[in-house]
């Protein structure tokens, strides 16, 4: 018979006495911010902790990574209460944010509703998360975090509701991306490595490297019947040209033609097959998509192995 430990559960007031000056500063750090991002399925980076909204201070102020929307992190290591749920939707005006994250304790049920509330009065543009962090350790070990997403946007109704401003064109890409999700979100191979962002209208959807001088993006051309893949370098020559001149490589590993692009600013690789008609042919999207997902992991590879 298995010899089998128990689970503990720790007081959070025991490893993070004070709120701002223990949990937010852990909170802040690149790693344990990835983590509350993994739970709430958004690519999160650092702005500032402490961030002045007229005479108050909202404890961390982020973005997501690739898309530059504004977040607002609230933190309450007890029961939420109304004070609370003030400052989130103050905080959440004064910064202009679009995405706003409630890390609370425990979460209580009219706070769950009324965060539910603003989700589904909201549109899609907005997303509201109530998180419950806790911590938990086996015999002796250390204590480790879980964050556990109590509240939500629902993904699927807002996109409804976007997909009623667009053009054909535009919720063809979105159902598209819809898709990309579903299969991405499946992968457990392709979800070690990258965190799929949320469906949008765009041509475009990126994955994060773990740096914000790179990024992969997966691409689809509605018109010309293509998908593709690129490398992107928004600032950084010196990271663009190394990765032209090993375009070589990409092409060989990829199976695909290169197409640098080398702009005031960008620079990169990019690369489409064509033939993959989407308008109409919703059937053949998972095998493209299950392609694009296999570009994207030999992309990080080889860019791993250069050391851009």
């Known amino acids: 018979m298995c010899n ?119 549109d899609s543009s907005f997303g509201f998360f109530l998180v419950e962090i806790e911590l938990w350790s086996i015999g002796d070990s250390l204590p480790a975090p879980r964050f556990n997403v109590v509240e939500q946007p629902n993904e699927w109704t807002k996109t409804i509701k976007l997909s009623e401003c667009l053009s054909e064109t535009e919720r063809t890409k979105l159902s598209y991306w819809t898709k990309y999700r579903e299969v991405a979100q499946a992968s457990f191979e392709f979800l070690k490595v990258f965190n799929p962002q949320k ?3 765009d041509h475009w959807t990126t994955l994060r490297c773990g740096t914000s001088s790179y990024h992969i993006a997966l691409l689809v051309d509605t018109q010309r019947g293509c998908i593709g893949i690129e490398f992107y370098v928004p600032d950084n020559k010196e990271i663009g040209r190394k990765a032209i001149e090993n375009a070589s490589l990409f092409e060989e590993r990829l199976g695909l033609v290169e197409k640098p692009f080398d702009a005031k600013k960008a620079s990169g690789l990019r690369f489409y097959k064509e ?34």
């Open 275 to 308: 033939g993959c008609r989407i308008k109409g042919n919703q059937d053949a999207w998972p095998g493209f998509i299950a392609q694009q997902l296999r570009w994207a992991l030999v992309m990080k590879k080889i860019v791993d192995e250069l050391e851009l």
């Open 4 to 122: 089998l430990d128990q689970l503990n559960r720790i007081d959070l007031r025991k490893v993070w006495p004070n709120e701002a000056r223990d949990f937010t500063k852990w909170l802040s750090v690149e790693s344990n911010l990835n983590m509350l991002g993994n739970a709430i399925g958004i690519e999160l980076e650092l702005v500032e902790t402490e961030s002045s909204v007229g005479s108050f201070n909202v404890d961390i102020y982020a973005q997501e990574s690739g898309t530059g929307r504004k977040v607002v992190i609230e933190n309450q290591l007890e029961d939420t209460n109304h004070d609370h749920l003030g400052k989130v939707i103050t905080y959440a005006a004064g910064k202009g944010a679009e995405v706003v994250i409630w890390v609370v304790a425990r979460a209580r049920d009219e706070h769950r509703q009324a965060i539910e509330w603003l989700n589904q009065h909201t």
């Open 199 to 201: 469906p949008s209208k």
